[in-house]
């Protein structure tokens, strides 16, 4: 079967238009899920700033933190979504600014929600400074300028810095979901009193573990791509658009659900 010049140009030019329609489709979704959950998430911090109820208590402030940092990190990540698309690389010191603010956003969001499940909460923002630190210690200035696929991997690639975050991932995992387990069974033996109260409560921390289990695929995210791809080497782009969306995009439209809509203080003044 003879094979023209003609028809061999007329497949490339049908398979780049194939690969130009899907990373457009890919991008306008992401742009447009998180165009739509910050829109949600501006409003509830226009309602939050704009009645004095909210601002007194604890609850809604943890809340709106959580919101904040949801925002931060769609932005950035949505950001580099796109940059890695339209560039493909750039420049490592303009990576870090954005690897940076979404990597702390991400890890910092289960969390927020473990703690904010035992009403309590504490913010841990300092776990890839150390980073840095290697980054500069182990590498030279001239990396800083050189260009890269925009990612954490790629560049705080140091072995030292590999191993810190396999092991921090499997510290938060379990800190995180011990702090489930226990205010989840906690409640759930008061709501065996059938108190109205108590079963909103056990059916909003069923709410929080999903969104949890979302957020904590982060911890697992390394190991996931790596088998993923092993056993689907031709669909690299797809698998990574396909976690990206589930561990990055999903779970924040799950907090305002949980923790803005479902409470009838914040409801009442949020449809008004």
């Known amino acids: 079967m003879n094979f023209t010049p003609e028809a061999n140009n007329l497949t490339e030019a049908v398979n780049y238009l194939d690969t130009l329609i899907t990373a457009v489709g890919r991008n306008v979704t992401?742009?447009?899920l998180g165009?739509?959950?910050?829109?949600?998430?501006?409003?509830?911090?226009?309602?939050?700033?704009?009645?004095?109820?909210?601002?007194?208590?604890?609850?809604?402030?943890?809340?709106?933190?959580?919101?904040?940092?949801?925002?931060?990190?769609?932005?950035?990540?949505?950001?580099?979504?796109?940059?890695?698309?339209?560039?493909h690389t750039i420049y490592v010191s303009?990576?870090?600014l954005l690897v940076l603010p979404a990597t702390l956003t991400t890890l910092n969001t289960p969390l927020n929600l473990a703690f904010m499940a035992a009403e309590c909460y504490i913010a841990v923002c300092l776990s890839v400074l150390p980073d840095v630190f290697i980054l500069l210690a182990t590498e030279p200035l001239e990396f800083l300028n050189s260009r890269v696929y925009c990612s954490r991997d790629t560049v705080f690639r140091s072995t030292y810095s590999l191993k810190k975050r396999d092991t921090?991932?499997?510290?938060?995992?379990v800190v995180v979901w011990l702090t489930l387990f226990y205010t989840y069974f906690r409640i759930l033996f008061v709501a065996k009193a059938a108190n109205a109260d108590a079963k909103k409560a056990r059916n909003t921390i069923l709410l929080h573990g999903f969104q949890v289990l979302l957020c904590m695929m982060v911890y697992v995210q390394p190991m996931l791509l790596q088998v993923l791809i092993y056993l689907?080497?031709?669909?690299?782009?797809?698998?990574?658009?396909?976690?990206?969306?589930?561990?990055?995009?999903?779970?924040?439209?799950?907090?305002?659900?949980?923790?803005?809509?479902?409470?009838?203080?914040?409801?009442?003044?949020?449809k008004s």
């Open 30 to 32: 992401v742009v447009v």
């Open 35 to 87: 165009i739509a959950i910050s829109y949600i998430n501006a409003t509830m911090v226009h309602t939050f700033n704009k009645h004095h109820i909210f601002r007194v208590n604890a609850r809604y402030i943890l809340f709106i933190h959580l919101v904040f940092n949801d925002m931060i990190q769609l932005t950035t990540s949505i950001s580099l979504f796109i940059f890695t698309y339209a560039f």
């Open 168 to 173: 921090s991932h499997i510290v938060f995992l």
């Open 94 to 96: 303009i990576c870090c």
């Open 232 to 270: 689907f080497p031709g669909g690299v782009r797809s698998i990574k658009f396909a976690i990206f969306t589930t561990i990055q995009i999903l779970p924040r439209f799950v907090s305002p659900i949980v923790y803005g809509l479902r409470d009838r203080t914040f409801s009442k003044y949020f």
